[in-house]
């Protein structure tokens, strides 16, 4: 019996790296690795060992004979990828590839986020014996997306931060939260005590319509709201209208997916999850019935993965809805759809969801394919969007849209953009403002600056997508450390933490966090919730820097 990858692959590529026989693909050394939107075991070549279910961060690897039926659908997902993809003869075992110590000392860096991007490059440098790595973030907590982006209702993607643990317990792991680079520490000053830099900032900005009426009130982008759900402390005072029987999702991206769910979905079952209370209150209020969501091209073109898409179907109480005049395909989908599997699966499954009776009493999720935002409707706030239809046009796999002059209007007061993330420059360093990223050569910015993640290549890929592009930056650190070429910092870690101290006394340190996480989840035990998330900036704080101020209490009491 095989094991099987599901839903909730990460892409960290653990599971590759220990299987004995190589049947987890695509790899991190093959082509097709950075678009993947899922791994995939070859039935046909597993061996049934366990040990890729063992590897995984995220639990998304089971036997067959284990999936439950919401799972099912990826044991054929996983074999059909072999159809196309045979696994490749000649493997060798994948292995370390940095060079070994040589004499220059111990090696400091200082890494600046606290998302899965920042944690692979900590655990890529720390895998060696000569470095010590000092994390920085702005805000209270760790984690970056994982804890404020990750959906509530996806526990198991959220279970990748168990793997950083191991990072944050080593002597030569120092964190510091609650402690902003520009503010508190200037970039001049991080390369003063520091080998290095790494930045992993992400891609903290949205993307904008460019469309009237986008900033009226009732018009607000989805990563707003889902940091809102999530309770991200910047944003927990936010208020969306939940007043309406609909509310529309401009593009169909898995974080639309995410909105249109969270918005849907049974609130007893958010109950349980890791939501907001402030969050899970507003939604036991909501009137919302139906969320529309638009997307510019057709179904072969959709911006959704497979896996996301196939769970919607699953959702208790909520039907999804597809017109099948949508699902004609133009001559550039046809071809793709015979190229490539993932697009033919795409295709099918919208053909699946199209045939699906509707029920009474069911919320809907509506996609409207080839559908544009023209313009948002309203005068003193939002009250609905007009959508132009598009045409495709294009040969040999180059797609373009152009919008009609076939109108409709769908009344909404609550609109929520997600066309996409997109990077903020960073003082000291350079930035391409048209792709809203840091430029880069295999991760080198300049002597000693370095960079990981979405701020590194955009916002795109999954969490474990992070390991293998966090790995090629601290190749290229090493390789210039082990070369000689990074200037000696003028100052320790013991100077470093003393000018901490006078310039950011309200950090927040491992122990810190370590407190925080108790609170959380002790108070998630007494509702059968994982945690329970503090969503107050200053009660994060204060909770983090009360274990701080203990901590040496605690140690004289002992001696």
Request: proline share 7%.
């Amino acid at each position: 019996m095989a094991y099987v990858i599901t839903q909730t692959c990460c892409n960290d590529a653990s599971c590759v790296a220990v299987c004995p026989v190589n049947c987890i693909h695509p790899s991190p050394d093959e082509p097709g690795f950075a678009t993947a939107e899922m791994l995939h075991i070859d039935p046909q070549v597993c061996i049934d060992c366990g040990a890729c279910a063992d590897a995984c961060p995220v639990e998304a690897i089971l036997p067959e004979d284990k999936l439950d039926p919401s799972q099912s659908r990826f044991a054929e997902i996983n074999a059909e990828y072999y159809v196309d993809h045979r696994t490749p003869d000649g493997w060798l075992p994948l292995t370390p590839t940095h060079a070994p110590p040589r004499g220059q000392g111990t090696l400091r860096v200082a890494v600046v986020g606290a998302g899965p991007a920042a944690c692979y490059a900590t655990q890529a440098l720390l895998e060696r014996s000569d470095v010590e790595v000092e994390m920085f973030d702005r805000l209270p907590t760790p984690f970056g997306l994982v804890r404020a982006g990750v959906a509530p209702d996806h526990p198991g993607t959220k279970s990748v931060t168990d793997s950083f643990e191991w990072s944050f317990r080593r002597d030569a792991f120092a964190l510091h939260l609650n402690t902003e680079i520009g503010r508190d520490l200037t970039h001049a000053e991080l390369l003063d005590h520091h080998h290095a830099v790494v930045y992993a900032v992400g891609a903290s900005a949205d993307r904008r319509l460019g469309i009237p009426g986008e900033d009226l009130p009732g018009s607000h982008a989805a990563t707003e709201f889902v940091a809102w759900y999530n309770g991200h402390p910047d944003y927990a005072d936010r208020t969306f209208d939940l007043s309406g029987d609909r509310a529309v999702i401009v593009g169909n991206g898995n974080v639309a997916l995410d909105v249109a769910r969270i918005l849907t979905m049974d609130v007893d079952e958010l109950a349980r999850t890791d939501i907001a209370d402030h969050a899970l209150t507003a939604l036991r209020n909501s009137n919302i019935r139906e969320v529309v969501l638009l997307g510019r091209r057709g179904p072969a073109q959709a911006a959704y993965s497979n896996p996301e898409f196939v769970a919607l179907g699953d959702l208790r109480g909520v039907d999804v809805v597809i017109d099948d005049a949508d699902l004609d395909l133009d001559p550039v989908s046809a071809r793709a759809v015979e190229e490539d599997p993932a697009t033919a699966l795409k295709v099918r499954l919208a053909r699946e969801y199209a045939q699906r009776p509707l029920r009474p009493g069911h919320r809907r999720i509506v996609f409207r394919f080839f559908a544009a935002p023209h313009e948002l409707l309203g005068d003193e706030r939002v009250t609905g969007v007009r959508v132009a239809r598009t045409e495709l046009t294009g040969t040999d796999g180059a797609v373009a849209v152009r919008p009609t002059d076939d109108f409709d209007d769908v009344a909404a007061p609550l609109v929520l953009r997600s066309i996409g993330y997109r990077g903020v420059a960073v003082p000291g360093i350079p930035f391409d403002e048209a792709r809203g990223v840091v430029p880069h050569s295999a991760g080198r910015v300049d002597n000693g600056v370095y960079v990981t993640g979405w701020i590194k290549r955009g916002p795109s890929g999954v969490i474990g997508t992070n390991k293998a592009c966090a790995r090629e930056t601290v190749n290229a650190l090493l390789a210039d450390f082990d070369a000689g070429v990074l200037r000696e910092p003028r100052g320790d870690r013991r100077a470093l933490h003393k000018l901490l101290a006078r310039r950011r006394p309200e950090r927040v340190d491992l122990e810190g966090w370590r407190a925080i996480d108790a609170a959380e989840r002790k108070a998630g035990i007494a509702q059968g919730r994982p945690r329970v998330k503090i969503t107050d900036r200053e009660a994060l704080a204060e909770l983090g820097r009360r274990r701080r101020r203990l901590l040496p209490l605690i140690g004289a009491v002992r001696r």
